[in-house]
């Protein structure tokens, strides 16, 4: 069934959905009221109303936040949306330095990827194939500098070569396990291993997608 709204509401519903789709961002009351040459008190009731009918939700101090939501009551794709840098390239077979820079980014669901200051790293190499990382993916990272045992973490070997492995840590050692048996364990000092990251998902790349 429609929700029925009076011109003045879907005025600014639809005014919301531009911005949000433009800027990825809800703009202020002071602006919307401007833009829309209304007062602050008429998109305040109005935003009241929007959030009654189940098509808004408000968040934050005075709910300066507004959330779009969709027919199931979610928030609607348009703001699920985050863009992730893609800082380098790292190896999942020979280590390959891992240049702190980026290269591009990528957009990734919000509700699934979640945490702040995420990073991708482009995966070169098949010795995590076990573990569904194929070359040419990018791993979504979330900074950190600890992994628990059994974690695929991002390492940084030697203050400049980059992987993904199991991480392990042992009584008088680091053990970096692959998910290919083509790849042995590989064991290094406490001092020559520093924790980047956990890798909390994968992106295929498109020339993996074009091969499977």
Request: hydrophobic residues 40%; proline residues 4%.
């Amino acid at each position: 069934m429609k929700t029925e709204l009076s011109s003045r509401q879907q005025r600014l519903l639809d005014y919301l959905r531009e911005q949000i789709a433009e800027t990825g961002q809800t703009p202020s009351l002071r602006r919307t009221a401007g833009d829309l040459g209304v007062s602050h008190t008429a998109v305040a009731e109005m935003l009241k109303v929007l959030e009654q009918k189940g098509l808004v939700k408000r968040q934050g101090r005075y709910g300066r936040h507004v959330h779009l939501l969709n027919r199931a009551g979610e928030t609607a794709g348009i703001q699920r949306i985050r863009e992730v840098p893609v800082i380098g390239r790292i190896t999942a077979g020979l280590p390959v330095y891992a240049q702190q820079e980026w290269e591009e980014s990528i957009v990734v669901d919000a509700d699934f990827y979640k945490g702040n200051n995420l990073f991708a790293l482009r995966v070169k190499g098949d010795s995590m194939t076990g573990a569904g990382i194929l070359s040419g993916d990018l791993a979504i990272c979330r900074p950190r500098q600890y992994a628990a045992d059994g974690e695929i973490a991002a390492v940084l070997i030697n203050g400049e070569e980059a992987t993904i492995k199991r991480f392990f840590a042992r009584a008088d050692h680091i053990l970096l396990k692959s998910e290919n048996p083509d790849f042995p364990p590989q064991r290094y000092g406490f001092d020559h291993v520093l924790v980047q990251g956990r890798v909390i998902g994968i992106q295929r790349g498109p020339d993996v997608m074009q091969r499977l």
